[in-house]
C-alpha cells in the first residue's frame, strides 16, 4: 500500500471509525483490518519538543482526568490524560491555555504516570524559576499521587466535579445548596459540617443518607483543594473534563464502540499527537516506507526496459488487459503498461 494511502488513513481514523475512514481515503474498498493495520505499523507515537532552551514560568498547571472506555472482552478501561500547561490566554475573544502538552496514558500505575509528566517537567522548563505547580483534577487517589512527584506541586479540586457532589447530595434538599457554597467560599468548615448534620438529619431514606455522607466526606477529604480557591490568586481552576472530553471522548467512548486494547492504547497516543500538533509524515515508520518504495520504483523501471529490450510483446495482447475485469493482476499490468509509455 503506497505511503500516502497509509498516512490518509491513519490521519481519518483518528477523529472518525475504521469504516469511515476507509470510504473516506480511497474509491476502493478497505477493511477495517487494513485500516488497523496501519494504524499498528504507526504504533505509540509521540511528539518529542525540542528543547533548545528551558522555559521559565513562574507558575505552571498540570491538569489530569480519565475516560472510561469498553473493551471487546466486556470490561472497561480507563485511558488517563494528563495536560501541561502555562495558564489562559486570550486569542481571537476566546480563552485558550498557553503552551499547553499533552499526554495520554493506558493501563500504566500512577507512579509510572507521574515520572513521565516530571521527566516533561525537568527537560522542558527551568525548575528554578518556577515558585508554584499545581496539579487539578477530581481528587482521584492517583492523580494525587503527582503531589509526591512533581516538586512544589499542590493539589486543586476540580471545581466541576465538587458542584455534580453537592448537587447529588442535595437532591432532594436543594435549599441547601446555596448554604453549602456558601461555607465552601467562606472557608468555613465548622460551618460546612454543621450544614451537613442538619442536612443528613432531614433525610427520609438510609440510601439518601449513605449519598449525603458520602458527599461530606468527598469534600471534607478534598478540603485543601478547595480552600486554596479563597486563599491563592494563581489559582485558576480545572477544565480536565472537557478536556477528556474532547481530546479522548470524542473518539474513544462517545459511540457504543468496543476497543481492543492494542487498538486503544494506540488510538489514545494518536488523538495526544494529533494535538499536540504531530505530523505523520515525519515519524520513522513512513520515512522508511518511502525509502524503500523509491529504491522498489526504480527497479521496476529497470526491469521494465530490460523487457523493452529484450521482446517485442505489445501490451494490449495480454488477454487479462482486456477481458474488461479490473483484478489485482489487472492493476499490476496496466501501471507497468503505463510505465512503459513513461
Not at 482521584?140 to 466535579?161: M, N, Q, S, T
Not at 459540617?193 to 455522607?213: C, D, H, Q, V
Request: aromatic share 8%.
Amino acid at each position: 500500500m503506497d505511503k500516502e494511502v497509509k498516512i490518509r488513513l491513519v490521519e481519518n481514523a483518528i477523529n472518525m471509525s475504521y469504516e469511515e475512514s476507509s470510504k473516506v481515503t480511497c474509491k476502493e474498498k478497505l477493511s477495517r483490518q487494513t485500516v488497523f493495520n496501519a494504524i499498528r505499523q504507526v504504533g505509540e507515537v509521540e511528539v518529542k519538543r525540542e528543547v533548545k532552551e528551558k522555559r521559565k514560568v513562574r507558575v505552571l498547571y498540570i491538569e489530569a482526568d480519565e475516560d472510561h472506555v469498553a473493551l471487546q472482552n466486556g470490561k472497561k478501561e480507563m485511558p488517563r490524560l494528563v495536560y501541561v500547561h502555562e495558564g489562559r490566554q486570550e486569542r481571537n475573544g476566546r480563552n485558550e491555555l498557553k503552551n499547553v502538552y499533552y499526554k495520554a496514558y493506558v493501563g500504566v500505575e500512577a507512579e509510572e504516570i507521574w515520572i513521565d509528566v516530571a521527566n516533561y517537567v525537568y527537560e522542558n522548563y527551568e525548575i528554578e524559576s518556577i515558585e508554584k505547580i499545581y496539579i487539578a483534577g477530581d481528587g482521584a487517589r492517583w492523580i494525587k499521587e503527582g503531589i509526591e512527584w512533581i516538586p512544589k506541586a499542590k493539589f486543586v479540586l476540580d471545581r466541576y466535579h465538587l458542584n455534580k457532589y453537592i448537587i447529588r447530595g442535595t437532591a432532594k434538599r436543594e435549599e441547601y445548596r446555596e448554604k453549602i457554597w456558601k461555607a465552601i467560599n467562606e472557608g468555613d468548615k465548622k460551618g460546612l459540617r454543621e450544614i451537613f448534620k442538619e442536612l443528613a438529619s432531614k433525610a427520609e431514606t438510609n440510601t439518601e443518607k449513605e449519598r449525603i455522607k458520602e458527599v461530606r466526606r468527598y469534600i471534607l477529604n478534598n478540603w485543601e483543594g478547595i480552600e486554596i480557591y479563597k486563599d491563592d490568586d494563581d489559582v485558576i481552576g480545572c477544565s480536565a473534563e472537557g478536556h477528556v472530553s474532547h481530546v479522548l471522548s470524542a473518539r474513544l467512548s462517545s459511540r457504543p464502540l468496543g476497543w481492543s486494547k492494542e487498538g486503544l492504547k494506540i488510538m489514545a497516543k494518536l488523538r495526544v499527537f494529533s494535538k499536540n500538533g504531530g505530523n505523520l509524515r515525519e515519524i520513522s515508520v513512513f520515512k522508511e516506507d518511502e525509502k524503500a518504495f523509491k529504491v522498489s520504483k526504480k527497479k521496476i523501471k529497470e526491469a521494465i526496459r530490460k523487457i523493452n529490450k529484450s521482446s517485442r510483446e505489445v501490451m494490449n495482447n495480454i488477454t487479462i488487459l482486456n477481458i474488461g475485469k479490473v483484478t489485482p493482476i489487472y492493476r499490476i499490468l496496466k501501471s507497468i503498461k503505463y510505465e512503459n509509455i513513461i
